[in-house]
């Protein structure tokens, strides 16, 4: 139980496109998503924190209207890298959370297996 | 402000050597979660352990034990008989409680370790 998926794993785009990166809990009802970037040999960042049915808090100097995050369901969240650019080409890795005890532990945070992003 | 130091950046070994990886943390929640997590080189994070602040215990869980030392702000991870698929980036995180607004895991830098043939 308590699977993450994240689609596509890999993607490969032109500079300028915008690209949509969905994360689905398929077992547990995520109230709470979180969105990482991790560039080459260095640890995760954060990007933002959503609950579901509301705006997205994002981290000091994530750009909101460049990384959109849509928390529309328990079970999806999206992120879309708009007019995306070489500098965006980075592992994007989505986790979610559930409020109930999962696992016989509350709030436990899963992990996607995470999307490359390569932009051209 | 909560924050995870790994200091070593990179550690490259021998195969069926033991290894330890260092964490220290800084936080001034008196209840808090410690995280290890593996990362392959697919990417995807695996979840290794959690550790509760009220919990000093060491766990072992086959080659792989966890030493927590709250007086040290610790919780070094160590492999016994070390092989070579345990080669990865190894990730300590640090999260307060979540009914008390802690949302976010907060994670040291890594180390890339490096199991040799």
């Known amino acids: 139980g308590a699977v993450v998926s994240q689609h596509p794993s890999r993607v490969i785009c032109k500079s300028g496109t915008s690209v949509k990166i969905e994360c689905r809990s398929l077992?547990?009802?995520?109230?709470?998503m979180f969105w990482y970037r991790q560039f080459p040999k260095q640890s995760l960042m954060l990007m933002a924190t959503?609950?579901?049915?509301?705006?997205?808090?994002?981290e000091q100097g994530v750009e909101k209207d460049k990384f959109l995050i849509n928390h529309a369901s328990l079970t999806l969240s999206t992120l879309t890298v708009t007019s995306a650019h070489p500098e965006d080409s980075s592992f994007y890795i989505c986790?979610?959370?559930?409020?109930?005890?999962?696992?016989?532990?509350?709030?436990?945070?899963?992990f996607g297996p995470g999307t490359r992003l390569t932009v051209t | 402000a909560q924050k995870v130091t790994q200091a070593q950046t990179e550690i490259s070994v021998v195969e069926k050597e033991d290894v330890t990886l260092d964490c220290v943390y800084e936080?001034?929640?008196?209840?808090?979660?410690l995280f290890w997590y593996k990362q392959p080189p697919s990417g995807e994070l695996v979840f290794l352990i959690r550790?509760?602040?009220?919990?000093?215990q060491n766990e072992i869980s086959g080659r792989y034990s966890w030493n927590f030392q709250k007086s040290t702000s610790s919780f070094n991870f160590t492999i016994t008989a070390s092989q070579v698929v345990d080669s990865a980036v190894y990730f300590c995180?640090?999260?307060?409680?979540?009914?008390?607004?802690?949302?976010?895991?907060?994670f040291g830098q890594g180390t890339r370790l490096t199991i040799n043939p």
């Open positions: 986790s979610a959370r559930g409020a109930l005890v999962l696992a016989g532990q509350p709030y436990e945070q899963y």
């Open positions: 077992d547990f009802q995520a109230t709470t």
């Open positions: 959503s609950n579901e049915g509301s705006k997205a808090t994002y």
């Open positions: 936080t001034r929640d008196t209840t808090y979660y």
């Open positions: 550790r509760n602040s009220f919990d000093e």
């Open positions: 995180a640090l999260r307060g409680l979540v009914i008390q607004g802690a949302q976010k895991l907060v």
